[in-house]
């Protein structure tokens, strides 16, 4: 919900818009992880087994975005923003 808002109301260009939603998620994940850390909630080898992934993933999606035209990216996100919404009606 974060990216349609900074594009439909803030103005941000798709690519701004990706960045600065990313750069508030890892915020949160880390202030979140911080906090289940001090209570002894975070299991350290099941948070690399599904982290380290997750990194590989953001290296590879970010390299694919920065190589994409911008009517290209916004194609994508629409159609992904579509068939979400249409998963949620079924």
Do not use: C, D
Not at 20 to 29: N, R
Not at 38 to 46: D, S
Not at 57 to 78: D, Y
């Amino acid at each position: 919900m974060v990216v349609p808002m900074l594009i439909l109301v803030a103005g941000y260009k798709e690519r701004s818009a990706m960045a600065t939603s990313l750069g508030a998620v890892v915020i949160i994940s880390l202030v979140g992880a911080a906090t289940y850390w001090l209570h002894g909630e975070v299991k350290p080898g099941a948070a690399a087994v599904v982290g380290l992934p997750a990194v590989l993933g953001v290296i590879a999606g970010t390299t694919l975005q920065q190589r994409l035209a911008n009517r290209t990216l916004s194609f994508g996100f629409a159609a992904l923003l579509a068939a979400l919404g249409a998963r949620l009606l079924i």
